[in-house]
């Protein structure tokens, strides 16, 4: 890695908003000159695989392992203007363990939601369920790199109920028709990236602009959570350098370099001390 991406480490006040709020916003993570290239590969994604969902035009599509699908991909995984704020929050025994790239076209103006409520949820399903504690344990988050912008509300805006990440049970109103009263939009930008802690309650909002939203989530994990998606990922392997086999899941000590893992397994933490961090 270059060691400039040293200069983008989390700041006291992202660390603050993350602990107290459970996300932050990082303003131009991408530059914009690069987003087209993006936009166009989530277009042709989105185009092969729309059909074999059975989903029309207006629905939102929600395409998982995007991260093999093309090597535009791929350096968005240590992004130097993002990947020192995921290990100064997670450390260095990490891995990408899922990524997902949704798009969500308008809604018809006279289509109905089928609930009042959005669809609030917290993020790695049975761990939500399995594991004991209030709140439970971190254990991962995600990056969502915006490709439109979000700046106005009802462009299908990420939705997040500040500091919900603290409590298991948020407290949604009795009345299912009425929102949580602290949740708001997330108004982010083409080109911003949204981190969340997994334990943040968050929610995909309803687009009703004229542009259909896109964005592109990656998630970090410890090395022994399973990975969420199939990652399909062993033809980027032999180029990769050390840190980058590391996220893609290389284990070179095979069980033991997830739960147990020497430094041959997490070469992030060797860069890190061979550079005072």
Same mark, same amino acid.
Request: proline letters at 9%; hydrophobic letters at 35%.
């Given at each position: 890695m270059?060691?400039?991406?040293?200069?983008?480490?989390?700041?006291?006040?992202? =660390?603050?908003?993350?602990?107290?709020?459970?996300?932050?916003?990082?303003?131009?993570?991408?530059? =914009?000159?690069?987003? $087209?290239?993006?936009?166009?590969?989530?277009? =042709?994604?989105?185009?092969?695989?729309? $059909?074999?969902?059975?989903?029309? $035009?207006?629905?939102?599509?929600?395409?998982?392992?995007?991260?093999?699908?093309?090597?535009?991909?791929?350096?968005?995984?240590?992004?130097?203007?993002?990947?020192?704020?995921?290990?100064?929050i997670l450390g260095a025994r990490i891995q990408l363990y899922h990524s997902h790239v949704i798009v969500t076209p308008p809604r018809p103006q006279d289509l109905e939601p089928q609930s009042a409520r959005l669809g609030w949820h917290q993020d790695s399903g049975r761990l939500n369920i399995e594991l004991e504690g209030d709140p439970r344990p971190r254990v991962s988050l995600k990056v969502g790199f915006f490709l439109t912008s979000t700046l106005e509300p009802d462009r299908g805006n990420f939705h997040v109920i500040p500091g919900s990440h603290l409590h298991n049970d948020p407290g949604f109103p009795e009345d299912e028709t009425l929102e949580h009263p602290d949740a708001i939009p997330v108004l982010a930008d083409a080109g911003d990236a949204v981190f969340f802690d997994r334990r943040l309650w968050h929610a995909a909002g309803r687009n009703y602009s004229d542009v259909t939203r896109k964005v592109m989530f990656y998630g970090y994990s410890y090395r022994w959570l399973k990975p969420r998606d199939n990652m399909t990922v062993a033809h980027y392997m032999q180029r990769s350098d050390p840190v980058r086999r590391q996220l893609l899941g290389a284990s070179p000590n095979g069980g033991f370099g997830f739960t147990s893992p020497s430094d041959e397994d997490v070469p992030l933490k060797t860069w890190l001390e061979r550079h005072s961090v």
């Amino acid at each position: 890695m270059d060691p400039t991406c040293l200069n983008y480490i989390l700041t006291d006040q992202e =660390r603050r908003q993350f602990e107290e709020d459970g996300y932050f916003v990082v303003k131009e993570a991408l530059p =914009r000159d690069m987003i $087209p290239d993006l936009t166009t590969t989530i277009d =042709r994604i989105d185009d092969e695989m729309r $059909p074999q969902l059975g989903n029309g $035009p207006h629905d939102s599509c929600n395409h998982f392992d995007f991260i093999g699908k093309s090597d535009i991909f791929l350096d968005l995984l240590d992004w130097p203007k993002t990947f020192p704020k995921v290990w100064d929050i997670l450390g260095a025994r990490i891995q990408l363990y899922h990524s997902h790239v949704i798009v969500t076209p308008p809604r018809p103006q006279d289509l109905e939601p089928q609930s009042a409520r959005l669809g609030w949820h917290q993020d790695s399903g049975r761990l939500n369920i399995e594991l004991e504690g209030d709140p439970r344990p971190r254990v991962s988050l995600k990056v969502g790199f915006f490709l439109t912008s979000t700046l106005e509300p009802d462009r299908g805006n990420f939705h997040v109920i500040p500091g919900s990440h603290l409590h298991n049970d948020p407290g949604f109103p009795e009345d299912e028709t009425l929102e949580h009263p602290d949740a708001i939009p997330v108004l982010a930008d083409a080109g911003d990236a949204v981190f969340f802690d997994r334990r943040l309650w968050h929610a995909a909002g309803r687009n009703y602009s004229d542009v259909t939203r896109k964005v592109m989530f990656y998630g970090y994990s410890y090395r022994w959570l399973k990975p969420r998606d199939n990652m399909t990922v062993a033809h980027y392997m032999q180029r990769s350098d050390p840190v980058r086999r590391q996220l893609l899941g290389a284990s070179p000590n095979g069980g033991f370099g997830f739960t147990s893992p020497s430094d041959e397994d997490v070469p992030l933490k060797t860069w890190l001390e061979r550079h005072s961090v």
